[in-house]
């Protein structure tokens, strides 16, 4: 069985100022994990993947997410905040098994302030 | 181009009607899926089609009936819809392949509400 833990529902940052929105997962195997971003009335937009490679992932938008097995997590980050990254935020895991489903965590909205 | 497309965005209607949603991608991908949003921004997945196979199948009611009509596309058919069937509904469609980690490319969604 696999799960995520997404442990905060709300993040507020000022624009300029670093941001941390924390994730952790459960598996059995060996998983893929991802972050998605939503912003309002939108779809799912892939921010970034760790596939067993580098456990320091960037990705788009100057986010980046570190695999730290020893924690079982996978923090999103980033250096400075925009007001255009005020969005809601996903952390999912994907087990590489016949099913291929993701499974989703709770979500964590971002709120900028200028 | 849209890689993965849903109509339509937004469906009203009736409790006791039947609707459909159709998604299509032009990914070339082989497996495709549904995912409810439900108002809490929660996200599940409901089905699965793998090279037009069902592959997932989970807990929905059978009024859910997806349709592959091939690898490129996914619809939705909800009969006797009900007020709890309100909620955006996800398409989305990934390649195999373990170094992708079946990374999954979401469509714009489709809004349903039930009267």
């Known amino acids: 069985a696999q799960s995520v833990t997404q442990l905060d529902s709300h993040v507020s940052v000022s624009e300029g100022t670093p941001v941390l929105l924390r994730c952790n997962y459960s598996?059995?195997?060996?998983?893929?994990l991802f972050w998605y971003v939503q912003h309002p009335n939108k779809g799912l937009q892939l921010l970034l993947k760790?596939?067993?490679?580098?456990?320091l992932v960037k990705g788009i938008n100057g986010f980046e997410a570190e695999f730290k097995k020893s924690e079982t997590s996978f923090h999103l980050t980033k250096p400075s905040a925009h007001m255009s990254d005020a969005a809601e935020y996903f952390c999912v895991v994907s087990v590489v098994t016949g099913r291929r489903a993701l499974t989703f965590g709770s979500g964590t909205r971002l709120q900028v302030q200028p | 181009d849209t890689a993965v497309s849903q109509t339509p965005k937004y469906l009203v209607t009736q409790m006791g009607n039947d609707k459909s949603i159709k998604c299509e991608q032009n990914l070339g991908h082989d497996t495709m899926y549904w995912y409810k949003q439900d108002s809490k921004k929660f996200l599940k997945i409901m089905f699965s089609?793998?090279?037009?196979?069902?592959?997932i199948n989970e807990t929905v009611p059978n009024r859910f009936s997806p349709k592959s009509p091939d690898k490129a596309h996914l619809n939705l058919h909800i009969n006797s819809l009900e007020l709890g069937d309100s909620a955006v509904y996800f398409c989305?469609?990934?390649?195999?392949?373990?170094?992708?980690?079946?990374?999954?490319?979401f469509g714009p969604g489709t809004r349903l509400t039930v009267t």
């Open positions: 598996s059995s195997y060996s998983p893929s």
């Open positions: 089609y793998n090279n037009k196979e069902l592959i």
């Open positions: 989305a469609s990934s390649q195999g392949g373990s170094g992708s980690g079946y990374e999954q490319y």
């Open positions: 760790y596939t067993s490679a580098a456990t």
